[in-house]
């Protein structure tokens, strides 16, 4: 079970376990899940309406974006900034686990508060996701650029990009976005957390069974949590991608229409008047397809190589304790 648990043995993972579970859940789920993040993306950026009745953008459909990019770019631009994506997934996940199994403690031993409560969990998961967006933020925002650009490209590498938009925009461009970030980000992780909770505890065996299939379950709730929380907070994600794009324009001229944003009022207001209610929640489908599975797979390889470490020790315990 995710989070600080006195009942269990050994009640935790010690921070080592947690960083190194949640750095390995995250790079597992962002290999398996970056097509369907580069989708996304192309659909938040495009200013044009997406319909299929009336297509007037470039993209207007998962299948037609997968075939027009595969045709245009080839396969590996689905993997468009899989480098600072992995090397973000993996901050990310070692932050923000070690963060979440640090306060769930600190709110047992410390507070009248149980531990285990999806109430709990909800303000830890917040906190951590914030503590983990903070760290990584500038990871985030490389890994739009690159998702973002089309052929030919602007950036070449990771440490020419790095190198461009500091020596151009400076160096608080890193931070483009951070605001709706933590705005979005906070709620987001809070009832991922929350809904996992209350998931693990409705299809949890009865206490006399034995507990199997407890990473199929694991799968199945956090792919239920994260399309609840995705859907609820996803315009903020978008206003976010719009930022971290600006000044960044010229790349984004082959997409279609481009737009700069003085900050997160205005670009709420222009995409509000210009786009609609529908604008808001561009590219919501490959983004709930893509909530589903990387929140299901977080949840599933963070349990997973607990165990497995948890595992690997009581082996060692047991080899020591026979000599």
């Not at 983990?132 to 933020?137: I, K, P």
């Not at 809070?190 to 379950?217: E, K, M, V």
């Not at 929380?229 to 000044?247: A, E, H, I, M, N």
Request: proline fraction near 6%; charged fraction near 15%; include cysteine.
């Amino acid at each position: 079970m995710v989070g600080y648990n006195p009942g269990a043995q050994g009640a935790g993972p010690s921070p080592k376990q947690a960083a190194l579970a949640g750095s390995a859940a995250g790079m597992v789920t962002r290999a398996l899940v970056s097509p369907l993040d580069v989708l996304k993306i192309r659909f938040q950026l495009q200013i044009e309406p997406v319909s299929s009745l009336r297509p007037g953008g470039k993209y207007w459909g998962v299948r037609q974006a997968s075939r027009r990019i595969l045709s245009e770019e080839g396969l590996s631009a689905f993997w468009k900034g899989h480098v600072p994506a992995q090397l973000l997934s993996i901050c990310y996940g070692a932050v923000q686990f070690t963060s979440f199994e640090f306060l769930t403690k600190v709110v047992h031993e410390t507070t009248p508060y149980d531990s285990r409560t999806s109430g709990v969990h909800f303000a830890c998961g917040g906190l951590a996701a914030c503590s983990a967006t903070v760290v990584c933020q500038p990871l985030d925002t490389l890994r739009t650029r690159f998702a973002a650009q089309g052929e030919p490209k602007v950036y070449s590498n990771l440490r020419h990009a790095v190198s461009t938009m500091c020596s151009t925009e400076g160096a608080l461009t890193f931070y483009r976005g951070l605001s709706p970030t933590l705005l979005a980000v906070f709620p987001y992780a809070g009832l991922q957390f929350f809904s996992y909770n209350i998931f693990r505890r409705l299809l949890a065996p009865p206490p006399t069974a034995p507990d199997s299939g407890g990473n199929l379950r694991s799968l199945l709730c956090g792919a239920a949590a994260g399309m609840i929380s995705k859907t609820v907070t996803y315009p903020l994600d978008l206003f976010k991608k719009r930022l971290q794009v600006g000044g960044f324009e010229a790349a984004r001229v082959q997409f279609g229409r481009v737009r700069s944003y003085a900050g997160l009022l205005d670009c709420l207001v222009q995409v509000a008047q210009e786009e609609g209610l529908r604008g808001l929640f561009k590219g919501l489908s490959p983004s709930l397809l893509k909530a589903a599975l990387s929140t299901g797979f977080t949840f599933f390889w963070y349990e997973f190589f607990l165990n497995a470490m948890r595992n690997l020790g009581d082996q060692q315990r047991s080899c020591l304790t026979k000599e």
